[in-house]
């Protein structure tokens, strides 16, 4: 695993913006991986500003999320569906039948999880984009999910919630479910990108970096893939 330690989070923003523009510059029919969350707002906000900048295209770009709120319509302010329009697609010129994610509002949860699967078999990223959870998730694949794990809807962690609580009104509003991608489909990514900013992140980053691999850190998995990127500033990464 590659380790760049940034200064602060506006440099992290800036590394990870590039290796994502390099990506899709070498390759404009790229699959991108892509995730939600506070973390990766700021890379976004620089794909976009290069966009409008130096016309850097998306016209024939994919993309696959990682997660989505079961319960929550792509249309919900807080669904990630609706996240990714707001901070990212609405402002590029990506087709938006180019993008992918799980369908909260699913009527057959299994049924669901196998279509996404499919989806993703045919469709390997060239790069994914992770962000890393305060107990060591990615995606929601939550402390001892299965390494084997494909799409799967998830029981979310009281520290998951509680973090996630912010976004909402108060902390019962926050979905305590969700649909995401397994560790197996993530793992086999052709490239993985993760960043993690900020105190709280630096006991999940020590684990993900030079703990045992566990199930208990489920990001720990990612020290077994062979191209992988963890970009942390130096508050997340003040414990190596």
Not at 85 to 111: C, H, P, S, V
Not at 129 to 137: A, D, E, I, M, Q
Not at 228 to 239: G, M, P, Q, S, V
């Amino acid at each position: 695993m590659q380790l760049i330690i940034t200064n602060d989070y506006e440099e992290l923003s800036e590394r990870a913006a590039k290796i994502i523009i390099d990506t899709v510059k070498a390759n404009p029919y790229a699959v991108l991986g892509l995730a939600t969350g506070t973390t990766p707002l700021g890379l976004y906000k620089r794909l976009v500003a290069d966009h409008e900048k130096n016309k850097t295209s998306y016209k024939h770009i994919r993309a696959v999320n990682l997660d989505e709120y079961k319960g929550l319509p792509s249309d919900h302010s807080q669904s990630y569906a609706y996240f990714m329009r707001k901070n990212l697609f609405g402002q590029i010129d990506i087709d938006l039948e180019n993008t992918y994610i799980e369908n909260g509002t699913a009527k057959d949860e299994m049924a669901e999880c196998d279509r996404y699967d499919k989806l993703l078999g045919a469709m390997r990223r060239d790069i994914q984009l992770l962000g890393l959870g305060s107990n060591g998730h990615i995606a929601f694949n939550e402390p001892y999910t299965s390494f084997d794990s494909k799409t799967h809807v998830v029981d979310l962690a009281e520290s998951t919630v509680r973090d996630n609580a912010r976004l909402f009104n108060n902390a019962d509003e926050v979905p305590k479910q969700a649909y995401t991608m397994g560790l197996s489909s993530i793992m086999q990514s052709k490239r993985i990108l993760i960043l993690a900013s900020g105190a709280n992140k630096a006991e999940a980053v020590r684990g993900a970096i030079m703990g045992e691999v566990t199930e208990a850190v489920p990001a720990s998995i990612l020290q077994r893939h062979g191209d992988c990127i963890l970009i942390a500033d130096k508050e997340a990464a003040r414990l190596l």
